[in-house]
């Protein structure tokens, strides 16, 4: 199936006061100085697709300065149906999605409906940060998968909220109360266990799709593996979360779960976060989007929106190449690009072969500038 965006409107978002964009099926270039909102073009994609901002901002500041509210409207086409799909937000008091006209019950319901991934330079904090970096990786992908997934993320993360709460609570009132603690750590069970092993599927299937996209990329042989390190693949979740009991009150949070989980990295045999090499870690980066990519288009059947940010000037001319022939091979669907480079756009165009539309950008403001 395939899917792309026919027209986006934005009110208040981010720069833009008002912008309308009447897109490409196959690709669109946002070309301007750094500043201008290219970027803001693709988050506001990555909003109405998922219900958030793709740089973790908070909605009080994605509304555009001096405005108390926001607006994203897109039109969707998935063949030969077409759906508008429209976000209101006003900060702090409301936060609406409508698909055909009709609010959705639960923003979550909106979730892996119109898939999209996105490329951008601060991607290799995938592999260089934290744990919760690479957790939030699989989380989005997972969630854009399965339903059930979300429901239970959010589940999980809201019981875990609850439950920090009360250890906060027990350490500022000097009281403990066993048995309240013990209702929260039950309702942890199911959703844990759920997340757990649809995580472990997962990386089965994810592994042998990076493993094929990266030595493509580097164009040699390399051995990769991605491991997902979970303390619950060992022991049941009740056992843990008890043996935990008294490190949990002197943390006043809870110190195992889901939430503590890992994906590891390596590359031949070798930890990446510790041992890739520059050209190592640009490449496993864009092999994991790109992974990501493929494994939505082949679960969701249909083509997810790719917005590649900026990342063109982060590349050689080896790994550029490698990533246009993929996306050629590959028959990607609507692809948005942003660069501040003209020239450099044009060059990829051509060597891509599609249709297309440019759009210069400046303080604001997209006018297109060739197709």
Do not use: W
Not at 75 to 80: H, N, P, T
Request: net charge neutral; glycine share 4%; hydrophobic share 35%.
């Amino acid at each position: 199936m395939v899917l792309h965006i026919q027209q986006l409107k934005l009110t208040n978002f981010k720069n833009y006061e008002q912008q309308e964009i009447t897109c490409s099926p196959h690709v669109n270039c946002f070309l301007g100085l750094n500043g201008m909102g290219k970027t803001n073009l693709l988050d506001a994609i990555y909003y109405i697709c998922m219900t958030k901002s793709h740089t973790g901002l908070t909605d009080g500041n994605v509304v555009r300065h001096g405005a108390d509210f926001f607006r994203v409207e897109a039109i969707f086409q998935q063949d030969e149906k077409r759906d508008k799909v429209v976000a209101k937000i006003i900060p702090r008091k409301k936060k609406e999605f409508e698909r055909n006209d009709v609010p959705y019950p639960r923003l979550a319901d909106h979730i892996g409906e119109y898939p999209v991934v996105i490329v951008a330079p601060n991607d290799t904090n995938i592999v260089l940060e934290g744990s919760e970096v690479r957790r939030r990786f699989l989380d989005n992908t997972l969630s854009q998968l399965d339903p059930i997934y979300l429901r239970s993320l959010l589940s999980y993360n809201k019981i875990l909220e609850q439950r920090n709460a009360l250890l906060r609570h027990f350490t500022e009132r000097r009281t403990f109360n066993e048995s309240l603690l013990e209702t929260y750590n039950v309702q942890l069970i199911e959703p844990a266990m759920l997340i757990c092993d649809k995580r472990k599927t997962f990386i089965t299937s994810f592994c042998k799709t990076l493993q094929e996209i990266y030595n493509f990329i580097v164009g040699q042989r390399e051995t990769i593996d991605c491991q997902y390190e979970s303390k619950l693949l060992e022991t049941p979740f009740e056992q843990l979360i008890a043996q935990a009991a008294e490190k949990d009150r002197a943390l006043q949070r809870t110190t195992v779960g889901i939430h503590r989980d890992n994906l590891e990295l390596k590359i031949n045999d070798y930890p990446a976060k510790q041992f890739a090499s520059q050209g190592q870690l640009k490449s496993l980066v864009l092999a994991l989007k790109l992974a990501q990519y493929e494994i939505l288009r082949q679960e969701k059947k249909m083509q997810p929106l790719l917005l590649l940010d900026d990342i063109f000037d982060k590349l050689d001319k080896t790994r550029v190449a490698h990533l246009l022939t993929l996306l050629l091979e590959k028959s990607f669907g609507q692809i948005f690009i942003t660069d501040t480079d003209d020239d450099r756009v044009t060059d990829i165009i051509q060597r891509l072969n599609v249709p297309y539309q440019k759009f210069r950008i400046e303080n604001g403001q997209a006018t297109l500038i060739g197709q």
